[in-house]
């Protein structure tokens, strides 16, 4: 292993035989079990419209939240290197996938939109900067082959009020 190269590893199982297999479209079930050595184990299945179970993380949602989240991790790291001090932080992401008509598809665009409070307001300016420096740093943003945008709202506040659930 290099330096700086990091491994991963799941075992993904498909739950969804129904006592004959794939024998038609519709005589499986989508349902997977996905699972990570010392982590829950995640339920898993197509979205609805591919024949899925809607109550199940499915792969379209997965990608949507890892880049969420690897979004909010890398903003986090940025605002400590830019002396920011985040007191909260909500992403209401969204992401369009289109399929192709040949039984294929694929993203087209993530929009992220990140809602973020701040400790004082002397940080917005380098609170909104971060967003560039953490785009550029995520992981997953930088693997994808769609444009990966963002709508970040930023405002000042205390932890208190953000905690007690009042407006900043």
């Known amino acids: 292993m290099k330096i700086g190269e990091h491994h991963y ?3 993904t199982t498909w ?3 129904l006592g004959t297999g794939t024998s038609g479209y519709r005589d499986y079930s989508r349902d997977v079990s996905i699972r990570v050595d010392g982590k829950p184990l995640l339920l898993a299945s197509a979205d609805k419209p591919f024949r899925g179970d809607a109550e199940r993380w499915n792969p379209e949602d997965l990608l949507l939240a890892a880049l969420s989240e690897c979004h909010l991790l890398s903003y986090l790291h940025a605002c400590v290197s830019a002396g920011v001090v985040v007191v909260s932080y909500r992403d209401s992401a969204t992401g369009v996938m289109t399929e192709d008509g040949r039984s294929g598809g694929a993203f087209t665009e ?4 990140p809602q973020v409070i701040v400790a004082d307001a002397s940080m917005i300016g380098a609170a909104e900067r971060a967003h560039a ?3 550029r740093m995520c992981f997953i943003a930088n693997s ?3 444009p990966v945008r963002h709508e970040a709202t930023v405002t000042a506040g205390s932890a208190s009020a953000v905690r007690a659930g009042e407006p900043a």
């Open 133 to 135: 420096d953490a785009h």
């Open 110 to 113: 993530v929009l992220l939109r």
């Open 9 to 11: 590893s799941l075992t």
């Open 15 to 17: 739950d969804g035989n």
């Open 144 to 146: 994808v082959n769609f």
